[in-house]
């Protein structure tokens, strides 16, 4: 089984600033047709999870433009450009090459 | 617009069989989709549950697998979760979702139904 692993489990943000977090993991995502079948979830609080990217650099429609994902083979990082205060929430990378799992999320906070 | 719903009771005794259903509205459940379960227990990480496709053809974790049933009223455009044997660690709440074919991304989620084991 895929085991997924995220990077920093907390990270207290300021609005405006860059933000970035990693996510590992054991073995490649990279399928034989070229895409990484990782995918990046925001789960604001009381809320259902949403998608945000998809194949590892793809944003999700409606998804804003300071969200950016990257990576290829067991290392992916999503980066917001600048952040903002309605991007507060747990953040989860997903393997999608196999049966799914998730990474144990990164929450994210305003300092 | 795509739109699933979860039902079913928010209360199952201990080593009792938790019911859930996911109808669900704006897409076929025929659709070139899975259709998905995916748990949260309280204060915690996803776990994914298992699939299902309109054919019948369907996917579980492991962890679950020997307790887990997912089935699919393709008359009544829904899916549904059958877990039986549980215990409080599956107090949780349950989401359903669809999974695309291609890219399989979880691209809508229901609400969420909160489901407590408690006798």
């Known amino acids: 089984d895929i085991v997924m692993t995220q990077s920093p489990l907390s990270l207290p943000v300021t609005p405006g600033e860059p933000a970035s977090i990693s996510c590992r993991s054991s073995?490649?995502?990279?399928?034989?047709?070229?895409?990484?079948?990782l995918n990046w979830y925001l789960q604001k609080p009381g809320k259902s999870p949403h998608l945000l990217i998809y194949?590892?650099?793809n944003r999700a429609s409606g998804v804003p433009d300071r969200f950016s994902g990257s990576g290829s083979g067991t290392d992916f990082t999503l980066k917001i450009s600048r952040v903002e205060a309605e991007d507060v929430g747990v953040y989860y990378c997903?393997?999608?090459?196999?049966?799914?799992?998730f990474g144990p999320g990164t929450k994210v906070d305003i300092k | 617009q795509v739109q699933l719903q979860e039902s079913g009771p928010g209360l199952v005794k201990p080593w009792g069989t938790l019911s859930l259903t996911c109808a669900v509205s704006?897409?076929?459940?025929?659709?070139?989709?899975?259709w998905s379960w995916v748990r949260q227990p309280p204060g915690k990480g996803l776990e994914w549950i298992g699939e299902?496709?309109?054919?019948?053809?369907?996917n579980y974790n492991a962890s679950l697998k020997s307790r887990v049933t997912i089935s699919v009223d393709k008359s009544k455009n829904q899916f549904s979760l059958r877990l039986t044997s549980v215990t409080a660690a599956d107090t949780a709440v349950y989401y359903c979702?669809?999974?695309?074919?291609?890219?399989?991304?979880?691209?809508?989620w229901g609400q969420g139904t909160l489901v407590t084991v408690s006798s």
């Open positions: 979702a669809r999974k695309g074919y291609n890219y399989g991304d979880f691209d809508y």
């Open positions: 704006g897409d076929s459940i025929s659709s070139s989709n899975w």
């Open positions: 299902i496709y309109h054919s019948g053809s369907s």
């Open positions: 073995q490649s995502l990279l399928h034989s047709n070229g895409y990484n079948y």
């Open positions: 194949l590892g650099s």
């Open positions: 997903m393997q999608a090459l196999e049966t799914p799992a």
